[in-house]
């Protein structure tokens, strides 16, 4: 289902039109999602992180960069995030992939070709694990995701957290003024905990490109996470962007020009030699 939206003036300018779509996960959940068409059956499918939205800034200006290069995006919420149906959970990270399972086999129905699967933070788990569990998507694109999914974990739930959640069976995250964000759930937190990266990252095929994004000052997850993401997976890319956060905050051109250059060039061939030369397509 899909019904037009307003495009902004730069989008209007060079024939770019946005149409809310709304796909129905396996759950029978509705995914709410906006897609940016050029004209190109070339798409980028991209993904928000942990409590972010389809509307998250860096999905945004991701979004005009590929549209200005003429290749359609879609971003989308989560199941029980932004606009779409479901209850929000801690953990859901297959879950979360099997949501993007919807949005690849909506696309490819379209007859869309399915470019590129991008995401931020947790999304950056959820298009590797995407990509470990189906085969089907030439490049992913994961931007901060953590490698270490047991850590980081205090951070958001307070020490003896574990202790905590045996005993009372969930534990409740509250906002400065007290006010309950959200339920993490000992099933929810197991779900994170039991999330196998490293297993997930052999999987990934070798035909697959992968990108791995970080900035070098990013608060949240360490830079040294990015470094086993391109240890593991085999056909990989690295690259950290110095003095970025993890929102890349200041570095958004940067990060743009950084994704695009690689979405680009979808062809890597090994020469005589043994050096490696890029095909660019577009």
Aim: with cysteine; glycine share 8%.
């Amino acid at each position: 289902m899909a019904q037009p939206l307003p495009s902004d003036k730069a989008e209007e300018a060079s024939g770019v039109t946005r149409q809310r779509v709304v796909i129905v996960n396996k759950h029978g959940e509705k995914l709410v999602g906006v897609l940016h068409e050029t004209g190109s059956k070339k798409l980028a499918i991209l993904c928000h992180g942990f409590r972010a939205s389809k509307d998250d800034k860096t999905l945004l200006n991701l979004s005009a960069a590929l549209t200005r290069e003429r290749i359609s995006a879609f971003r989308f919420d989560f199941a029980g995030n932004g606009e779409s149906e479901g209850v929000f959970q801690y953990g859901n990270y297959r879950r979360e992939a099997d949501d993007l399972r919807a949005v690849v086999l909506y696309w490819s129905e379209q007859k869309y070709e399915i470019s590129a699967i991008l995401g931020h933070s947790k999304g950056g788990n959820v298009v590797l694990l995407y990509a470990s569990m189906y085969h089907d998507v030439p490049i992913v694109i994961n931007l901060s995701g953590r490698f270490a999914l047991d850590r980081g974990i205090e951070g958001r739930l307070g020490k003896e957290f574990m202790q905590r959640i045996k005993k009372d069976g969930f534990i409740d995250v509250k906002d400065r003024t007290g006010k309950v964000e959200y339920r993490v759930t000992e099933e929810s937190l197991m779900d994170r905990l039991n999330t196998d990266m490293h297993a997930s990252n052999l999987s990934i095929d070798q035909e697959c490109r992968v990108l791995t994004v970080h900035g070098s000052e990013d608060e949240i997850v360490p830079a040294e996470d990015a470094l086993k993401f391109a240890e593991l997976i085999p056909n990989h890319k690295l690259q950290i962007i110095k003095g970025a956060d993890h929102c890349y905050t200041a570095h958004q051109e940067t990060l743009a020009s950084v994704v695009l250059d690689f979405i680009k060039f979808d062809r890597v061939f090994l020469v005589p030699n043994g050096n490696r030369i890029a095909i660019s397509r577009l």
